[in-house]
């Protein structure tokens, strides 16, 4: 063939893509060299100098079947897989076609070229631009087409009917109805026009600036918001003033992902189809402002008792910082909600500054002027929280109770906000047969002996607070709140303030049973081996102004180094006496000396295992006082405590809900698991010295005949608190009583003195509180099963403490028989033992010597059960010593003589 055919050489290439090329062409005659290049090869095929140009040509060729050259060779045929025909006498192949190595079958792309057609290694796997731009557009176009659809179908929503709430409805133990409040009982929506003008800059200014003219959404929030919530992070809400009205208004309060949307597409079309001045009256109208109080002219009845229309700057510029969260910036505290950081101190705190700052905000934004600013330079304070006039009576305390309990230990995250919509069940353990006895049971006192206009000195501000738990569940059966929660806004059943008194003994005895006094001679911090477990009968001296010691024998002194003398009530000293007699008798001194030498810390503790709380209502531990109650938890918290020695040492905390529905769907059911506190011999050695205690002792007004009844008397130094808390195998319960004004503004509240009150020459747990115990339980009992307590067994050492000193073996002499004595008596026949005679000397440790007497070798006490004079008061007045026909002498709470009479020793 002519060399003008030729295709034009290449330039030469060499190295491993000519050896390459050079293998796939045939052998034959050499083309002729072109443009002076020679390539000479002894075999006759290309060799190193091909004339391919790089690695690229070189790939290009072997796909197009070893080159562009007409192959060497003639014939019929195509040789060497060329592309052309052959010229001269045929090439090495012979007639026909052949293909070199090098020659493929053409690729077929496909629709979607995924993985990459012709593409090797990782590159047959990287998506091409065009394939990217196609998804990009195709996902793009799609989410526009769902956008529309989910555009096209939500609808507005109802702002009439978002603003009628559901009642919220608390039921009884049983079923039945006790109230029904919520949402719709404070909500009454108004036009624009009753809207103040300073009420709407006000929340424009604070919650969103560009209002006026925005889409109604922030694109960065939204983002941020899906964000953090796709990432299982903090949720967020809507962040302008119409993506909270459609939050508000659709009822919706949960943070997921679909609501988010949902929003977000009612929020656009809220936007087209509402005018804005629209949007900010429905959405002042429908946000909650805390206090039940749900749209701005509730708002403004509730915090400021006028309409919203009269409204000044200042008093808007409040109301719209309660819509940041009213529970956090209300004055009057929100601890139901949270405790710690929604106090009265901290939310008014909070308040005053978001107050201010609103206003200067209005002020940068024009809104209002700096003159009409300079007006407003005290804080507007909101009237104090008024009760619903339903709520009166007990019901207030009781719906609180339960309310405050239910935000706390759900776990659907409901909170006030939502709750004050309504729509909730809500089922109580409160029994109301319960609830109305023990109301009257305080009424009754109230009207006989509590008399504020005849002894205003001495009658005002008298307080009873009252719980009552029972020890199988730990269900809260009854409280007593206060005389009405529409006027006292106090639950005089929570924490008060006022102290326990010796009703904290039984913990100091239970924690001597349990861990045992330390050994003296040993290191403070004890194993139990090395301790002497302590049993009731162990004694203890019970003088007035006992110098109290370590458990080392060291006498104990505060941080100036004065000496702690332990008084007792009255004064009274009582000598070498048991820690039973010292429960009976509620002598303090063989108390205080017990938790000494047991350790106030593990007092601590038994009285935690028991159900106090390490809150601020414990007293400070480390000091000796620490174990005649210092503290002052609650009265529901005393009866729970006291309900674990019923249970013998199981622990159920207490509860006032059982189950909450929303819309007929269970939200919470109560689930409680008991816990073993202590030993069930420890438990039941408690309950026996207080059933002693209610028999024998200073508790004896809480009798009811028939049945076994445990408890303790308490009173506090200066007559300023009296308890009594006691318990029957079915019903624990603890009555408190004391003097304290119901004015929470007041800063200088100070529990008062009960000298006097009540016609009384003092108040002591066996008087009123005790009376009212007693009638509370007689009534909710009544058609009850007669139950008694565990027999004790056995527990513990006779230890000695105190100053008590173990009595040391008396020589006894050897005994003469008479004459006409037998000495070969028959040995069945045993003679009863004599009665002491009446100058007999009882050992203060020999409890049957004591009993069958009626006194004690010292005469500091009279037996328990008298003569004439001695025998107990029926009244809760403290019983009075008499003359009786026992052994030594009575000392009584009003000072007479008697011997063996009944006394009531300190009544405390």
């Known amino acids: 063939m002519s060399e003008h055919r030729r295709k034009t050489p290449q330039p030469q290439g060499g190295g491993r893509a000519a050896a390459r090329r050079a293998a796939q062409q045939s052998s034959g005659r050499r083309a002729a060299p072109s443009r002076g290049v020679t390539s000479e090869s002894p075999s006759g095929s290309h060799g190193g100098d091909s004339p391919y140009g790089g ?499 060291e006498i104990w002194t505060d941080e100036n180094g004065k000496e702690w003398l332990q008084a007792n009530d009255g004064h009274e000293s009582k000598g070498n006496i048991t820690l039973r007699e010292a429960m009976q008798w509620s002598a303090n001194s063989p108390y205080v000396q017990l938790g000494m030498d047991v350790g106030t810390d593990k007092v601590k503790e038994v009285a935690m295992e028991a159900g106090l709380k390490d809150d601020e209502q414990m007293a400070d531990s480390h000091v000796p006082s620490f174990s005649i109650g210092t503290s002052s938890p609650s009265a529901i918290r005393m009866a729970g405590a006291y309900a674990t020695f019923a249970a013998s040492g199981q622990q159920r905390e207490p509860f006032s809900v059982s189950e909450a529905k929303y819309e007929g769907k269970t939200v919470y059911r109560h689930e409680g698991t008991p816990k073993r506190a202590f030993d069930a011999a420890i438990a039941d050695n408690v309950t026996d010295v207080l059933k002693n205690v209610v028999e024998k002792g200073t508790g004896t007004p809480a009798q009811i005949p028939g049945r076994d009844v445990a408890g303790k008397t308490g009173t506090t130094d200066d007559n300023k608190s009296a308890w009594f808390v006691g318990y029957t195998p079915q019903l624990s319960t603890a009555i408190s009583m004391y003097r304290l004004d119901d004015d929470a503004t007041n800063k200088d509240r100070k529990f008062e003195k009960m000298y006097g009150t009540g016609g009384e020459r003092t108040i002591h747990g066996a008087s009123f509180p005790a009376q009212i115990w007693h009638d509370y339980m007689v009534g909710a009992l009544k058609g009850q099963p007669v139950l008694s307590f565990p027999e004790p067994g056995p527990i513990g050492d006779k230890v000695y403490g105190g100053g008590a000193q173990s009595p040391k073996p008396t020589p006894t002499a050897p005994v003469t028989p008479s004459p006409t004595m037998s000495v070969t008596e028959s040995p069945s026949k045993t003679l009863p033992p004599s009665p002491p005679e009446p100058t007999e000397t009882c050992g203060t440790w020999d409890w049957d010597c004591q009993h069958n007497n009626g006194g004690t070798s010292t005469g500091a006490n009279g037996g328990d059960t008298g003569g004439p004079g001695g025998s107990p008061s029926t009244t809760p007045d403290p019983p009075t010593g008499g003359n009786g026909n026992g052994g030594g002498n009575g000392n009584g709470a009003d000072g007479g003589n008697g011997n063996g009479g009944f006394i009531a020793g300190p009544a405390g």
Request: proline share 5%.
């Open 55 to 553: 690695r690229a040509e070189a790939r290009r060729a072997a796909q197009r079947g070893g080159g562009s050259r007409r192959a060497e060779g003639g014939g019929a045929g195509r040789g060497g897989g060329g592309r052309r025909r052959g010229g001269g006498d045929g090439g090495h192949e012979g007639p026909g076609r052949g293909r070199g190595r090098g020659s493929q079958r053409p690729v077929k792309k496909r629709f979607i070229d995924y993985p990459r057609a012709g593409k090797y290694g990782f590159r047959r796997w990287v998506p091409s631009w065009k394939l990217v731009l196609s998804l990009c557009v195709g996902f793009f176009g799609l989410l526009m087409g769902v956008g529309g659809i989910a555009y096209a179908m939500v609808g507005l929503p109802d702002v009439q009917k978002a603003a009628t709430a559901q009642n919220n409805v608390y039921l009884w133990d049983d079923g039945s109805q006790m109230i029904a409040t919520g949402g719709a009982v404070n909500r009454q929506l108004i036009p624009y026009a009753q809207i103040p003008e300073a009420m709407r800059n006000a929340v424009i200014s604070a919650e969103n600036k560009s209002f006026e003219h925005d889409r109604g959404i922030d694109p960065m929030g939204i983002a941020r918001a899906l964000f953090n919530m796709a990432a299982g992070g903090e949720t967020q809400g809507g962040s302008t003033i119409t993506q909270q009205y459609v939050k508000n208004s659709r009822l919706s309060q949960e943070q997921t992902l679909s609501r988010k949307f949902q929003e977000l597409f009612i929020t656009l079309k809220v936007t087209n189809k509402m005018k804005k001045n629209e949007i900010i009256r429905d959405y002042l109208n429908v946000s909650y402002y805390g206090r039940g109080a749900s749209g701005i002219q509730a708002a403004a009845r509730t915090y400021y008792g006028k309409d919203a229309v009269n409204l000044n700057p200042s008093e808007c510029a409040f109301l719209a910082t309660l819509l940041k969260g009213a529970s956090y910036y209300d004055p009057a505290g929100a601890t139901d909600v949270d405790p710690v950081q929604a106090t009265e101190k901290l939310n008014t705190e909070r308040a005053i500054k978001r107050w201010k700052w609103i206003l200067d905000e209005e002020v940068k934004d024009g809104r209002l002027s700096q003159a009409e600013r300079a007006k407003y330079t005290k804080f507007p304070m909101p009237d104090l929280p008024k009760k619903n006039a339903q709520l009166g009576g007990q019901t207030g305390y009781l719906v609180e109770l339960a309310r405050q309990y239910f935000l706390s230990n759900n776990d659907q995250g409901v909170t006030a906000e939502k709750l004050a919509l309504g729509g909730y069940q809500i089922r109580t353990t409160f029994n109301k047969k319960k609830v109305n006895e023990l109301n009257d049971a305080v009424k009754k006192v109230y009207d006989s002996k509590i008399k504020p206009k005849e002894r205003p000195k001495t009658d005002t501000h008298v307080q009873f607070g009252g719980g009552s738990v029972d020890p199988k569940t730990g269900a809260i059966v009854a409280i007593y709140g206060g005389q009405d929660a529409t006027k006292h806004f106090t639950n005089n059943a929570n924490p008060t303030g006022a102290q326990v008194g010796s009703t904290f003994k039984p913990f100091v005895l239970a924690a001597a049973m349990e861990y045992g006094k330390r050994n003296p001679a040993l290191p403070e911090d004890q194993s139990p081996s090395e301790r002497t477990k302590v049993s009731p009968l162990s004694i203890y001296n019970a003088d007035d102004k006992l110098k109290i010691k370590k458990y080392n024998g």
